[in-house]
């Protein structure tokens, strides 16, 4: 079956614009993730979400990152105000359900701030 | 604090050359330890999952092992085409549901 996509693949952006990134998940699959993939910070949780429980969002960076999931499927991420520090590029995963179950990860989306 | 760290952080073999990758944590409490595959320019790509010290998964030319402070990534007569990097993560037994990645192991082979 399908797997998780994201959109845009790449994203050039200038300074002080908002972006939105979208997540498609694997249909069935109730929990969905976002990572950020920065040079030299390696994989790094941003926020959760399990079907209609409220998101876990104890990794987003500052309050210019925000994400929402409608209807249980897809999310987006936007943040709002960018900057250079957000380049980086953009993870999503979703899983069945949120106890051990694998993560399985989108293309990621490259966001670039000039 | 948890902490996941792969070693080594680089590696190059010889097509055919044998070896394994390192992964150890420190978790107060390991759910599952997760191993993933990521070419360039590309999201990781699931390969293993482990729960238990003492499991072994096997695919192919890769077999994952877990003990109750580390996971190697056993890498058997490797080809070019298993140049990648390697990346390990743990979930904790903590409530928390996000993966705790470690910084990879980046692996070429060469013909």
């Known amino acids: 079956g399908a797997g998780v996509s994201q959109s845009p693949s790449n994203k050039v952006t200038e300074k002080g614009k908002d972006v939105e990134l979208r997540c498609d998940p694997i249909?069935?699959?109730?929990?969905l993730y976002w990572y950020r993939q920065s040079l030299g910070q390696g994989l790094e949780f941003l926020i959760y979400?399990?079907?209609?429980?409220?998101?876990?969002k104890s990794g987003l960076p500052s309050d210019r990152f925000s994400a929402e999931r409608t209807g249980g499927s897809v999310s987006t991420l936007t943040i709002q105000r960018t900057q250079q520090e957000d380049s980086a590029v953009y993870l999503c995963?979703?899983?069945?359900?949120?106890?051990?179950?694998?993560?399985?990860f989108g293309p990621g989306t490259r966001l670039t701030v000039l | 604090e948890d902490q996941v760290t792969q070693s080594p952080e680089a590696l190059r073999l010889q097509e055919g050359e044998s070896s394994s990758l390192n992964c150890s944590y420190t978790?107060?409490?390991?759910?599952?330890l997760f191993w993933y595959r990521q070419d360039p320019g590309k999201g990781p790509e699931f390969l293993f999952t482990l729960y238990s010290a003492g499991e072994e998964k096997e695919k192919e030319r890769l077999k994952a092992t877990l003990t109750k402070k580390e996971s190697f990534l056993h890498i058997t007569a490797p080809k070019p085409e298993d140049s990648a990097t390697y990346l390990c993560a743990v979930i904790m037994d903590t409530g928390r549901r996000a993966l705790t990645f470690g910084s990879g192991t980046r692996l070429q082979v060469q013909p």
């Open positions: 249909s069935g699959h109730t929990a």
């Open positions: 978790v107060s409490g390991l759910r599952g």
């Open positions: 995963a979703s899983s069945l359900a949120s106890g051990g179950d694998t993560q399985y």
């Open positions: 979400f399990q079907g209609n429980s409220a998101p876990d």
